[in-house]
């Protein structure tokens, strides 16, 4: 039976992808987070330390509190921000029970540096498409839920992410790191170098490619996915609003791939006598 205020590892990895999910928040001790640095996906890494000093800055959401083993820390730290008026649970088995559940975790390593307010910072083109709001929607999702994203003139990318310390994604140019390789589109490598790979996020995968590069051929859903996301394209003509719009297309889809791929519309059918 599950301990007062803790969540389980089944019921946490159902919630991560969907608006739903709490805040999740690291605060394994740096040695325990040396022996293993990767984050359950969407999670920020926090001293334990100080958590009454940082514990407002959730407020107004839910939080879950993952330590190395889900004992003393994390039961420390989430009293601390119950104290502060933030729902909080602990996570039953701590990030070693995530590790040996075989789930993915997304590397430490691969996390661009944060800005004052602890946000990581994305830089792209103007007027996204398809690849343009998959990635936006996975990082923000499974990566860093407070990312902020600028869509600049095409040309300017390179030096509003040098000038802004941004990372630029899904452009062309050398040194990019986040763009197509080979026939992967963004969103691929991305998944990849994350450390995301599931059932679900890799079907989509292969929904966003084919919309993304004029290949109908490799899932049935891709021409789908192009003609809803030329649409919010005509409709929003500032980038921001779209990709808000953007997110719960990807919430859906995202949503099909893992829970209804198996469901029909079953109209009834008046059959003669």
Known sequence: ???????SIDKLFRLIGTPQCPNLIDVQTEDDFAANPRLVPGAVRR????????????????????????QKLSQGVAAWLRHAGVPAEVLEGGALGWSQAGLPMVPHEKLPARDAESRTVWVT????KVDRIACPWLI??????HAVFLFVTPSE??????RFNAVPFDIEGEGVFWSHRGDLCTFDVMIDEFGLHTPPLDRLALIVRGADTARP???PEAPGLLAASLGLSRMFTEDLPQLEAGMLLYDAF????????????????KRGG
């Open 1 to 7: 039976m599950p301990s007062l205020n803790t969540i």
């Open 47 to 70: 001293p334990w330390m100080q958590a009454a000093d940082w514990a407002g800055e959730f407020a107004g959401g839910s939080a879950v509190v993952i330590c190395q083993k889900g």
């Open 125 to 128: 083109r103007a007027r996204p």
């Open 140 to 145: 923000r999702r499974f990566v860093d839920p």
């Open 157 to 162: 990318v390179p030096a509003v992410a040098e």
């Open 217 to 219: 051929d490799l899932a």
């Open 254 to 269: 995202y949503r099909w791939c893992r829970d209804a791929t198996s469901e029909t519309h079953n109209w009834p059918v």
